[in-house]
């Protein structure tokens, strides 16, 4: 599964259902909050992915800092997958 792509098509929803609007190219140094999505954007994404990939690494795992890049937030969900297919 390509988690990095299921993020991206996620974050596209989100924006479009809380009429948030992207920056046009989310590439591995974007930064999070200057994506276009906002605190609200970023809480539905987390339980859209929630929804889609069956997990949240944000209360499954010990993370003690927040992501600031899509790179780093793509990270997090790829060991969370991971580590819910071992």
Same mark, same amino acid.
């Given at each position: 599964m ?5 993020v991206?098509n996620a974050?596209i *929803?989100?924006?479009?259902?809380s ?6 190219a989310?590439?591995?140094?974007t930064?999070?909050l200057?994506s276009g999505?906002d605190s609200?954007?970023?809480?539905m994404?987390?339980g859209q992915?929630?929804?889609?990939l069956?997990?949240? %690494?944000?209360t *499954?795992?010990?993370?003690?800092i927040? %992501?600031?890049?899509?790179?780093e ?5 790829q060991?969370?997958f991971?580590?819910?297919?071992v």
């Open positions: 390509d988690i990095e792509q299921v991206r974050m *929803e989100v924006a479009e259902i009429d948030c609007k992207l920056v046009t989310i590439e591995a140094d930064v999070l200057e999505l609200l954007g970023y809480a994404l987390v992915l929630e929804e889609e069956g997990i949240d %690494p944000f *499954e795992m010990a993370i003690t927040y %992501p600031s890049t899509f790179a937030f793509v990270a997090i969900y060991q969370g991971a580590r819910k297919s």
